[in-house]
């Protein structure tokens, strides 16, 4: 016989089937506060970024604090004492002493500053005008980075093919940056480069000798019209630095180069230290040199308090006496 079910079990039933949704409320809630927080970190600035983390580091750190100390901030972790070096090594480990620094970073900013040279960026706009017609040919290029400023010149300009000696056009480029270059003091590092094509002459047995050949070349180019040598080094790096592949005509011409390299630190000639000759003496402190000289090495005869003589160069001792010369 059927019965039907009351309405308190219909409730019952109801209200386990929808049980989910409490929990299902709570996760989103939970994730809206997730991404509201993501949220409003990405729109803030950083300094209030700044406070939100350090607030929340410190909640982080106290909480740790908390589980990691007993009552009374007692540790109830067991005391643990490492052993000293003494202990582990024994008296033979000696106590290494580190570098000294310099407590004033002043003065080593001073000190970088003194030795700057001419400022690259006003270089830079100054070589870009005078090789212009370069650059638009893609014969030339000037780039800047923090430390130096490179003037990239295609080897095809300065020299023939397979050689090391600078052609007119070469030298019509190196006069152009040498009316730049006089004006300033930065160090200079002229670099080569080859492609991957092997070169084996009895000039150039490979690509290093012909790389740093057309480096050494330039430099006497520029030494040539005034650049001071000391200030200028060469660098080759053959075939072993591209600039882009070597599997295309394209790509090794772009790395048949020599670069001229400014440094942002400026040449520091070496002064040679001259002995100053010594002043010169006067005759009357001359003379009495002299005389204290003969007086130290005079031989004397010396007359003992109980008989006897001693002949020696040494100043009589009391009680002794020395005769009065005839």
Not at 39 to 57: C, G, V
Not at 77 to 95: A, K, N, R, T
Request: hydrophobic fraction near 35%; glycine fraction near 4%; charge should be negative.
């Amino acid at each position: 016989m059927y019965r039907p079910r009351s309405s308190v079990a219909v409730e019952a039933d109801k209200s386990d089937t929808e049980r989910w949704l409490v929990s299902y409320a709570d996760y989103m809630t939970l994730l809206f506060a997730l991404f509201l927080l993501l949220y409003s970190m990405a729109t803030m600035e950083k300094e209030q970024f700044k406070k939100l983390q350090d607030t929340i580091s410190k909640v982080f750190i106290e909480a740790t604090d908390k589980q990691e100390t007993g009552i009374q901030g007692q540790s109830v972790q067991p005391d643990i004492h490492p052993q000293s070096d003494f202990e582990l090594y024994g008296s033979g480990l000696e106590d290494a002493t580190g570098p000294t620094l310099l407590a004033d970073n002043a003065k080593l900013e001073h000190i970088d500053r003194t030795r700057r040279g001419s400022p690259l960026s006003a270089l830079q706009k100054d070589i870009n005008r005078a090789l212009r017609s370069l650059v638009e040919s893609d014969l030339a290029k000037v780039t800047l980075d923090e430390d130096w400023l490179t003037i990239e010149l295609s080897s095809g300009l300065l020299f023939s093919s397979g050689s090391a000696n600078s052609t007119s056009s070469a030298s019509a480029v190196m006069t152009e940056l040498t009316a730049i270059l006089k004006q300033t003091n930065n160090y200079m590092r002229v670099r080569g480069y080859t492609d991957s094509v092997p070169i084996r002459t009895e000039q150039f047995p490979s690509n290093w000798e012909l790389s740093v050949a057309r480096a050494a070349s330039i430099v006497r180019l520029l030494e040539e019209l005034g650049i001071a040598p000391e200030r200028m080094a060469i660098e080759g790096y053959g075939q072993y630095a591209p600039f882009a592949e070597n599997t295309t005509a394209q790509g090794r011409s772009q790395n048949r180069k020599v670069v001229i390299a400014l440094s942002k630190y400026a040449y520091e000639p070496v002064v040679a230290q001259i002995p100053q000759p010594a002043e010169a003496q006067s005759a009357q402190e001359q003379a009495a040199e002299e005389a204290a000289e003969q007086e130290q090495n005079k031989i004397r005869v010396i007359r003992l308090p109980h008989g006897g003589i001693r002949i020696t160069t040494r100043p009589p001792e009391p009680g002794e006496e020395e005769p009065a010369s005839q």
